[in-house]
Structure formats: structure tokens, C-alpha cells
């Protein structure tokens, strides 16, 4: 599952329990893995989340436990590599 930055040429995808943010301009790409599962949901935050005031700055993933049937939310700061 991929999602787009909704004002830069940037992607976030997952891989199996990873998520990677590449850069389309510069190359970069950025690893998150802070999850413990399967990343079940990717989306951009919209402004105000988290205290920004833009949209895209943080990435909302939802970590499921297929065993427990249990799902977590993780608020990231996809520049810094952060779970918050």
C-alpha cells in the first residue's frame, strides 16, 4: 500500500511491517520501523495534527496483530524518523 504527499513529491509504501518515505526529487528515502506487525493503514496527517499547521508532516500508521486481533496507532515524524 502506497500513499502520496498531498503538496510534495513525496510517497510513503509499506513493507511488511516497515514503512519507507522516498523523496521523488532527491532520491532519499527514510525508514520507519517501529512496528512490531503488519502496517495495516498509511495516510498523510492533515494540518493541525500533532501541533503542525500544514498538511503532510506526519504520517499516521496502524500497526494489526493478526494473533491478538488488536490494532495501534503510531503518530510518526516521517522527516525526523520518529514514532511519537
Given at each position: 500500500?502506497?500513499?502520496?504527499?498531498?503538496?510534495?513529491?513525496?510517497?510513503?509504501?509499506t513493507a511488511g511491517c516497515m514503512i519507507i518515505v522516498y523523496d521523488?526529487?532527491?532520491?532519499?528515502?527514510?525508514?520507519?520501523?517501529?512496528?512490531?506487525?503488519?502496517?495495516?493503514?498509511?495516510?498523510?496527517?492533515?494540518?493541525?495534527?500533532?501541533?503542525?499547521?500544514?498538511?503532510?508532516?506526519?504520517?499516521?500508521?496502524?500497526?494489526?496483530?493478526?494473533?491478538?486481533?488488536?490494532?495501534?496507532?503510531?503518530?510518526?515524524?516521517?522527516?525526523?524518523?520518529?514514532?511519537?
Amino acid at each position: 500500500m502506497s500513499t502520496l504527499h498531498p503538496s510534495k513529491p513525496v510517497v510513503a509504501y509499506t513493507a511488511g511491517c516497515m514503512i519507507i518515505v522516498y523523496d521523488l526529487l532527491s532520491d532519499a528515502k527514510i525508514e520507519l520501523s517501529n512496528h512490531q506487525h503488519e502496517v495495516k493503514q498509511l495516510v498523510f496527517s492533515a494540518a493541525g495534527a500533532g501541533g503542525s499547521t500544514t498538511s503532510g508532516d506526519y504520517l499516521i500508521s496502524i500497526d494489526f496483530n493478526r494473533t491478538t486481533n488488536e490494532s495501534t496507532m503510531c503518530l510518526w515524524n516521517w522527516s525526523k524518523g520518529q514514532c511519537l
